[in-house]
């Protein structure tokens, strides 16, 4: 089956990029009506998320080391000049820890938190009519094709953070355009982490989902985007985590052409 070939919305791109945002939104609504999850949810996340927060507080301790590092070329520069330039570098360490530190957390909370998340996903597709062509995939099997999916998306952001790292660098454009396309890039692969749940269930891997969801890109960027934004915010990764989840489900199911109205 070419899996690009799949019916999608016609409407424009701006409004399939906020109607990936409302995925989110309904997510978000989906996970607050089964109070019987919510704590199981949050508790994966909590767990990464006190490991991460320690990470990223070492992080600042040292960045201005870090930051006198990557710029020995400053050395010799008058105080104010370097200063300058080492301020923008702390500030491209801290971007790039950004991006990575938000897609390492959610490999390391889905993979933590796999049951629960694939419960989770499960009963947002109960809501919407079942899972077609579900197959049964053992929870070893799936965990490994997890960990591995997610080991290929981080090794595949670092690649492309390295660049926006330099790019960091230019004045104004490092400060401007460069967070954009961060956040652009990793609500993209974010997206394609988030809905590896309902993609395993139907049999499928991460060239599929990725086929899937390039197609309506749009969608995708919308609903990562938001997720992505929303992991910055204090706590945010750890409270929405488990919604993201719940609304990931609805973006595959609409990836796949399927339902995604209450039954």
């Given at each position: 089956m070419d899996v690009t070939s799949i019916a999608r919305p016609v409407t424009g791109p701006a409004s399939r990029f906020f109607s990936g945002v409302g995925l989110l939104l309904r997510g978000i609504g989906l996970y607050v009506r089964s109070p019987g999850l919510m704590l199981l949810g949050v508790v994966p996340a909590l767990i990464s998320g006190v490991l991460f927060a320690v990470a990223f507080v070492t992080l600042f301790y040292f960045v201005d080391d870090l930051a006198a590092l990557v710029t020995?070329?400053?050395?010799?520069?008058?105080?104010?000049?370097?200063?300058?330039?080492?301020?923008?570098?702390?500030?491209?360490?801290?971007?790039?820890?950004?991006?990575?530190?938000?897609?390492?957390?959610?490999?390391?909370t889905l993979i933590i938190g796999d049951p629960f998340y694939e419960k989770i996903s499960e009963r947002v597709e109960d809501r919407l009519g079942g899972t077609p062509g579900a197959v049964e995939?053992?929870?070893?099997?799936?965990?490994?094709?997890?960990?591995?999916?997610?080991?290929?998306?981080?090794?595949?952001?670092?690649?492309?953070?390295?660049?926006?790292?330099?790019?960091?660098?230019i004045p104004v454009v490092g400060q401007t355009v460069v967070p954009v396309l961060g956040a652009a890039v990793g609500g993209w692969f974010l997206a394609l982490e988030l809905v590896g749940a309902a993609f395993y269930r139907r049999g499928m891997g991460l060239p599929e989902r990725r086929a899937l969801l390039r197609a309506d890109r749009p969608t995708a960027l919308g609903f990562g985007v938001a997720v992505f934004v929303c992991f910055l915010i204090p706590l945010g990764a750890v409270l929405i985590m488990p919604a993201a989840v719940a609304g990931a489900t609805l973006l595959a199911r609409r990836s796949l052409g399927q339902s995604v109205e209450e039954v």
């Open positions: 020995p070329f400053a050395d010799d520069w008058s105080a104010a000049w370097r200063s300058l330039a080492r301020v923008v570098a702390g500030l491209a360490i801290v971007g790039l820890a950004g991006l990575l530190g938000v897609l390492t957390f959610t490999a390391v995939v053992p929870f070893w099997a799936s965990l490994r094709q997890s960990i591995r999916d997610s080991l290929r998306l981080v090794a595949v952001s670092a690649l492309v953070g390295v660049p926006l790292f330099a790019a960091g660098f």
